[in-house]
Nanobody, 124 residues
């Protein structure tokens, strides 16, 4: 079982940057496909980005392309979400999730293990 643990959230002004990290308590990340989702108040949890086990393949939501970059370092057992040019509409709780399988997925239901989330707040 992989229990993700997020860190790195905070308060930032519009146009600023943050880097989120995701580690685990338990097994290593390297055997799992990983993803970031986010949930804003009153909204559904939405897909942000996903990455393959080795990190060679990535997928990003249209709303974050060019601003957010997902990556991972299996030697450090960490996954990251680098966010630049943040906007107030990026304000949300960001969740790290993991799944077994071979293909990247945007579907929340495909992910088995979820972290508790980290709050990102972007002020205008």
């Amino acid at each position: 079982q992989v229990q993700p643990v997020e860190s790195g959230g905070g308060l930032v002004q519009a146009g600023g940057s943050l880097r989120l990290s995701c580690g685990t308590s338990g097994r290593t990340l390297s055997g799992y496909l990983m993803a970031w989702f986010r949930q804003a108040p009153g909204k559904e949890r939405e897909f942000v980005a996903a990455i393959s086990r080795g990190g060679a393949a990535t997928l990003h939501a249209d709303s974050v392309v060019g601003r957010f970059t997902i990556s991972r370092d299996n030697t450090k057992n960490q996954m990251y979400l680098q966010m630049i040019d943040l906007k107030p509409e990026d304000t949300a709780v960001y969740y790290c999730a993991s799944r077994v399988g071979t293909s990247l997925s945007r579907e929340r239901s495909d992910y088995l293990y979820w972290g508790q989330g980290t709050q990102v707040t972007v002020s205008s």
